[in-house]
């Protein structure tokens, strides 16, 4: 009897864990149709904690925009390392630097604030700039560029976060 009544309530915790991870699975994935990138979309805000608290759209907005600033992030810190290791590309590799520093400057802030305010047109208009940033980073290449799946990745996101946040226009 001491034995059930020990591992009664590691079964129901066992039990209840995957039923609390997919709470918000709902808001997302009719959050994420609205999309262009419905699976990036998913897998971008599954990957995030506050993802499973959002409550509203609004809420996964937010989580977009720091996924943009995060991978923008990222992208920096790889361009660092690959102007050292291409010393041939590092015009290239610095205006890149410079649209990623952008992003995280000013597209992020512009984006956070209009939505805390309640302005999502702006907010739009910061994303989209976001993923015309990586865009620029892409085409500053004269053949093929060494980030060219980090650039779709950020443009991608980009777009994904424009589109959530034009659904609350």
Do not use: W
Request: with cysteine.
């Amino acid at each position: 009897m001491k034995a059930i009544l020990f591992v009664f309530p590691f079964v129901l915790a066992v039990a209840y864990f995957p039923i609390s991870q997919c709470q918000n699975l709902p808001l997302i994935e009719q959050t994420c149709k609205q999309t262009p990138y419905y699976g990036l979309c998913v897998t971008s805000l599954k990957s995030d904690p506050r993802s499973k608290t959002a409550g509203d759209v609004q809420a996964i907005a937010l989580i977009m925009v720091d996924i943009i600033k995060a991978k923008a992030g990222g992208s920096l810190q790889h361009i660092e390392k690959l102007k050292q290791k291409y010393p041939a590309l590092r015009v290239p590799l610095s205006a890149c630097k410079d649209r990623f520093n952008a992003i995280i400057i000013g597209d992020v802030p512009q984006a956070v604030e209009a939505l805390t305010k309640g302005d999502p047109k702006f907010a739009v208009d910061a994303a989209n700039d976001a993923a015309l940033e990586a865009d620029s980073c892409e085409r500053g290449f004269s053949g093929k560029s060494p980030i060219t799946q980090m650039n779709k990745l950020n443009h991608d996101i980009s777009i994904i976060t424009a589109s959530i946040v034009k659904t609350m226009l």
